[in-house]
């Protein structure tokens, strides 16, 4: 095991501390371990803006009135061509 040193801000101390004593987490340095292992574990470096990757693919967070518009311009053929594209290819997988 190796060990770093980091520097965080005030109020990033400050919130460890609070969690700390909140019995939240048993110690600041397990607190950013896991932190990391989370960031790691979810591919974070390889996340876009509203883009994230989860197992072997990637969710996308839309606001749901950009959603909707997207929805209300489709055609109901075109709502069901990828549909049918996403449930076959969830069969393949």
Partial sequence: MK?????????LYNYLTFLEKSHFIKSK???ISTSLEFYKR???HDWLP???RMGGGRV?????TM?????HELSNQEIFN?????????KLT
């Fill in 29 to 31: 340095e397990e607190a």
């Fill in 82 to 90: 990828a549909a049918k594209a996403c449930t076959l290819k969830r």
């Fill in 42 to 44: 979810l591919s974070m």
């Fill in 60 to 64: 996308i967070i839309l606001d749901t």
């Fill in 67 to 71: 959603l909707s518009a997207l929805f």
């Fill in 50 to 52: 509203y883009i994230y």
């Fill in 3 to 11: 060990e770093v040193t980091i520097k965080i801000s005030d109020d």
